[in-house]
Structures are given as C-alpha cells and as structure tokens.
C-alpha cells in the first residue's frame, strides 16, 4: 500500500512540472512574424513574398 501511494504522489508532483516544460515552445514554430510590403503577399512554396496580380 505504501509503494502504491508513493508512486501516486510522485505522479502528481511531477506532472505538471513535466506538462509546463512541454508546453514553453508549443505554437511558435507555427506561427509567422513575418509582413510583406503593401502589393505582396508570403507565398509558403518560396519562403518569401510575391507580387499580386490583379
């Protein structure tokens, strides 16, 4: 019973710990800090920005 209850509260010590370091990159990658000048839009194929047309 001891062993049971040890892992237990191990168990919920460590999870948030775990779930927060985890969780201090989630999204970045997927968003965009770049802006494209008035005239352009990102075009994801070329990583850059590309002249509208029309």
């Known amino acids: 019973m001891k062993t049971k209850t040890l892992v237990v509260t191990l168990a919920f010590t460590l999870a948030p710990t775990l779930t927060l ?5 989630y999204g970045k990658h997927d968003q965009q800090a770049m802006s494209c000048a008035a005239g352009t839009v990102y075009d994801v194929d070329s990583n850059s920005c590309v002249a509208t047309t029309g």
């Open 21 to 25: 370091a985890m969780g201090c990159n």
